[in-house]
């Protein structure tokens, strides 16, 4: 004889869902009205929330800490034009019917392509109401559409920019619209973006740039938050030296965490910045060996580097030590708490 789960008492219903992942849950929720109130009774609470929004699927990743390595996937929505009349079922999503089918040996939801426009707010309707806690919100776009799409949410504090065709005033009006942003990561090459000196991508604590380029000098030049990070970059010795003399001085940059470069230097551009800034062999005792990178960005994990060959400078009047690693294929510039 079948055991129904709402004829258990709270307490079990919760010792069960704990050992759920996020998936399962998410599919329960979809099964009646009683079991998703089950699942709202035990105050789900997740540190963030990450969607990933294409023109014909979205994808739903939840973690429990800010460590990149914890997101575990919640669902995945795929927009089709057609579904089997065999396979075709109504469930409510965000309290909506809506047809659909399941991926074989999968928890992709397919739905048909009229009910596209509503799928994204009520897929964000109906993971809200599971969730007990706010939790963060993490974007990765890959169109304009989904750009334009994304102004549902209340509130976003990353976002992960993954198309071309993306233009400066787009951007600012995303900034303007969510200004409680912590990190910002772009795929495209912004060398033909007219982002000036005041635009909000500087001020921006966490800032991913992988199309930099051209970009580079601008970057160093106006960033003013805490972790920079650009690939594929045109190293160019005056904006680097003026960016790190910047924060020596103390004329800015003040909760600079780290400064990092994948670009080829030669031997010859290390040494002239190192001599530049009157760099200093590690010493062994004046900061640790071993530095907890912490970029807080999308994408980028933190971890512990080793420090041990970086070259160290202080800033003034017996401030902060920053140490400067390089290698063949990057540049970094870190500072010590």
Not at 1 to 29: A, D, G, N, R
Not at 116 to 141: C, M, R, T, V
């Amino acid at each position: 004889m079948p055991l129904l789960l709402s004829q258990f008492p709270l307490l079990i219903h919760i010792e069960i869902f704990k050992h759920l992942e996020f998936e399962s849950i998410f599919m329960l929720s979809l099964c009646s009205e009683n079991t998703k109130r089950l699942i709202q009774r035990i105050r789900l609470k997740a540190k963030k929330l990450r969607y990933t929004i294409d023109d014909d699927q979205i994808s739903v990743l939840g973690g429990f800490t800010d460590d990149e390595r914890d997101l575990e996937s919640i669902t995945t929505l795929k927009c089709v034009t057609s579904i089997s009349r065999k396979k075709e079922i109504s469930v409510k999503l965000g309290g909506e019917p809506i047809k659909c089918s399941f991926g074989r040996n999968s928890h992709t939801l397919k739905y048909l392509e009229p009910e596209n426009e509503d799928a994204l707010e009520l897929l964000k309707n109906h993971i809200d109401s599971l969730f007990h806690s706010k939790p963060s919100i993490q974007l990765k776009l890959h169109s304009p559409d989904s750009l334009s799409s994304s102004d549902i949410f209340d509130d976003v504090t990353d976002t992960s920019f993954m198309f071309e065709n993306l233009d400066a005033s787009g951007i600012e009006e995303h900034l303007t619209n969510y200004p409680n942003h912590h990190s910002l990561e772009f795929f495209s090459d912004l060398t033909k973006r007219e982002l000036k000196q005041h635009s909000q991508i500087w001020e921006i604590e966490g800032l991913a740039l992988l199309g930099s380029y051209l970009t580079s000098s601008r970057a160093m030049k106006y960033f003013s938050g805490r972790c920079l990070i650009l690939h594929n970059a045109e190293i160019s010795y005056s904006p680097l030296i003026q960016m790190i003399r910047k924060w020596q001085k103390k004329d800015g940059l003040h909760n600079l965490h780290a400064v990092v470069i994948h670009t080829f230097a030669s031997d010859d551009f290390v040494d002239a910045l190192l001599d530049e800034l009157n760099a200093l062999d590690w010493d062994g005792i004046r900061r640790p060996k071993m530095f907890n990178y912490d970029p807080r960005i999308m994408n980028n994990s933190q971890c512990e580097s080793d420090f041990s060959d970086a070259y160290d400078i202080q800033q003034e009047d017996g401030g902060k030590w920053g140490s400067i690693l390089a290698a063949k294929d990057q540049i970094a510039f870190v500072v010590w708490d």
